[in-house]
């Protein structure tokens, strides 16, 4: 009889792929597709120094807790802020995915998104993050990347890609061919700059101070790049915050073009980086670019108008990528399901792992 795992355990795939994303992390699981995604949020008792919540749940506590309580993001700007925090949600990660399910067996391997331009110290974190949570072989991948192999787009052939990832606390502009990324720039301006623009215009326009959430449904609700057809019914949106005169509770209604406006120069300062990028690209390349158009990635790619808007001032077809949020895990979910052949377009981090 030959010895292997008992079925039990060989049917039961242990690697994964996690787009661990400023404002959402997404769970692949390898054989299975997306098992889970959720906020990226830890609320920590700041006295007893233990975890009392990860993802949704967290998420509910943002700004509602008592002092010693915290509820926040552990990763600002697409890379760890809060190193023990993001350790500890990727433990609860890992453990959800193996939630009663006797873990015995070979190694964990995972692959992790993470922005381009990362830094040897900020590859480093993510990686001891994933190790001490119980991971035995981690391979990183530039997000942008990810997005592209998730809107299947052919990366290792000699033809231009671009894709734009607008995420929650990064936009990442790139152009990748032959499986590398030829042209990057990352700009900390996107979804959650969105929402402090909404924030920081309610407070100089109503004198209304409104929390993120109520931010961000704004924008999700009525927010755009450019002016839509004006025959649909113009849209607006009742808010509540507080009056900073009065100290009072206050609704007002906010309209379409307010959080336009609210958005504007971020919207701008996108749109000028992709221009950047396009002449920053070898003619042959822009040649391709054309044939194929720009693609948008990302939670910040779903901004009414914003497809529209890029195509006017590029001059370049844009495609919004299907289902841009899960974009960066589905591709680095097909990276890791072919890790012989997609090894290339993973981030070099030999330098930083002692030799075995
Ligand atoms: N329909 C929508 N319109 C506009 N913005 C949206 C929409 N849906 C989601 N978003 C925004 O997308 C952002 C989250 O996108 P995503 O999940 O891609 O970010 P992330 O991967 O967590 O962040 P990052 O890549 O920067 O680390 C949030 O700011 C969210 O408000
Ligand atoms: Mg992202």
């Known amino acids: 009889m030959k010895f292997g795992w008992p079925k039990i355990f060989s049917n039961f795939s242990r690697d994964l792929a996690i787009d661990l994303g400023t404002a959402n992390s997404l769970v692949y699981l390898k054989g299975k597709g997306i098992i889970f995604s959720e906020p990226s949020v830890v609320a920590v008792n700041q006295k007893t120094g233990k975890i009392l919540a990860v993802g949704r749940e967290a998420e509910r506590m943002v700004g509602r807790t008592p002092s010693h309580i915290v509820a926040d993001y552990p990763l600002v700007d ?7 925090a993001t350790e500890q949600m990727l433990k609860y990660f890992i453990e959800k995915v193996y939630e009663g399910k006797f873990i015995l067996g070979p190694r964990i391997r995972i692959v992790v998104g993470v922005p381009c331009g990362i830094t040897e110290v900020e590859k480093k974190a993510v990686i001891d993050a994933a190790k001490n949570a119980g991971a035995s072989e981690v391979y990183l991948i530039e997000e942008p990347m990810a997005a592209a192999i998730g809107a299947r787009l052919t990366v290792q052939d000699a033809g231009g890609n671009f894709v734009v990832d607008i995420g ?4 990442e502009v790139v152009v990748i061919s032959l499986g590398g990324i030829v042209i990057s720039k990352s700009l900390k301006n ?3 700059k969105f929402d402090s623009d909404i924030i920081n215009y309610c407070q ?7 929390g993120k959430r109520t931010a961000e449904r704004a924008k999700i609700g009525i927010g755009s790049a450019m002016p839509l057809n004006t025959k649909i019914e113009k849209r607006d949106m009742p808010i509540r915050g507080r009056n900073l005169v009065s100290g009072l509770p206050e609704e007002i209604v906010l309209t379409e073009e307010d959080v336009r406006k609210a958005m504007e120069k971020s919207v701008r300062q996108i749109v000028d980086a992709i221009k950047e990028v396009i002449e920053q690209t070898p003619p042959e ?3 391709d670019i054309m044939n194929k158009g720009i693609h948008l990635s990302g939670g910040g790619a779903l901004l009414r108008g914003l497809d529209s808007l890029v195509a006017r001032e590029t001059k370049m077809p844009v495609k919004i990528i299907d289902d841009p949020l899960t974009a960066v895990a589905r591709g680095a979910g097909i ?4 890790l ?6 993973l981030l070099d981090t030999d330098t930083l792992e002692p030799p075995k």
């Open 78 to 84: 697409g890379v760890i802020s809060d190193f023990e």
């Open 285 to 287: 390349l822009v040649a």
């Open 168 to 171: 929650g606390g990064t936009c």
């Open 340 to 345: 012989d052949k997609l090894k290339e377009v």
């Open 190 to 192: 996107a979804g959650n």
């Open 335 to 338: 990276v890791l399901e072919n």
């Open 204 to 210: 100089n326009e109503y004198k209304l101070l409104i």
